[in-house]
């Protein structure tokens, strides 16, 4: 079992920056993935950000020049920068972890409680 706690989150205006981070602890030793999912008001979760423990990440199109997904193993911890934020990306933020990259694609992984971003126009 891992638990996973977001941080970071908040309201900004268009055109700002945030940056969110995500603790693991726990059985993590073989969680290889993790990444960042978002669910704007109501549509679906859709993931924004991922990387393994190597440093391979992969990005939705409509965040790519604008975030950056980093993490730190020695801290178990993932991050998230978000720049040129946009209304558009207003959603409760959530990490997740997985023991490869393609559970984290498809969403299979473990669950952090989430952090609102709210971006004002």
């Known amino acids: 079992q891992v638990q996973l706690v977001e941080s970071g989150g908040g309201l900004v205006q268009a055109g700002g920056s945030l940056r969110l981070s995500c603790a693991a602890s726990?059985?993590?030793?073989?969680?290889?993935?993790m990444g960042w999912y978002r669910q704007p008001p109501g549509k679906e979760r859709e993931l924004v950000a991922a990387?393994?423990?190597?440093?391979?990440?992969n990005y939705a199109d409509s965040v790519k020049g604008r975030f950056a997904i980093s993490r730190d193993n020695a801290k178990n911890t993932v991050y998230l920068q978000m720049n040129s934020l946009k209304p558009e990306d207003t959603a409760v933020y959530y990490c997740?972890?997985?023991?490869?990259?393609?559970?984290?694609?498809?969403?299979?992984?473990?669950w952090g409680q989430g952090t609102q971003v709210t971006v004002s126009s």
């Open positions: 997740t972890a997985a023991p490869a990259l393609g559970h984290i694609l498809k969403g299979a992984g473990s």
């Open positions: 726990g059985r993590i030793f073989s969680w290889n993935a």
């Open positions: 990387i393994t423990s190597s440093g391979v990440t």
